[in-house]
């Protein structure tokens, strides 16, 4: 059974750029398409970003565009959110999520489309 544990939240000033982890165990990475979303108070759960494990497309919500960049390390089970440039706005619980490869990509932002789930790291972005 896969199991997904997210770190490397926290505070952060406006600008600022931490890179968060999602850390797999009990099965290998790169047989899973893996998505990164976020929560804020009050609000829907979001797909941020999404990255293909048979070609390494990604995916990205509009507004992170140009600012957060997914990657994975395959030899450390472990997949990357870089996040640049925060905003007020970035604040939310970060969520990574595994599926196998999708067959149809432009789901990668439903959440329903994930069988795997970390329990969340929270980032919030405030001076």
């Known amino acids: 059974q896969l199991q997904l544990v997210e770190s490397g939240g926290g505070l952060v000033q406006p600008g600022g750029s931490p890179r968060l982890s999602c850390t797999a165990s009990?099965?290998?990475?790169?047989?899973?398409?893996i998505g990164w979303f976020r929560q804020a108070p009050g609000k829907a759960r979001e797909g941020v970003s999404w990255q293909s494990t048979v070609d390494s497309r990604t995916y990205y919500l509009d507004s992170v565009k140009g600012r957060f960049t997914i990657s994975r390390d395959n030899a450390k089970n472990t997949v990357y959110l870089q996040m640049n440039s925060l905003k007020p706005e970035d604040t939310a619980v970060y969520s990574c999520?595994?599926?196998?490869?999708?067959?149809?990509?432009?789901?990668?932002?439903?959440?329903?489309?994930?069988?795997?789930w970390g329990q969340g790291t929270q980032v919030t972005v405030s001076s």
């Open positions: 009990g099965a290998p990475l790169d047989v899973y398409d």
């Open positions: 999520a595994a599926v196998p490869p999708l067959l149809a990509t432009s789901y990668w932002d439903d959440e329903n489309e994930y069988e795997f």
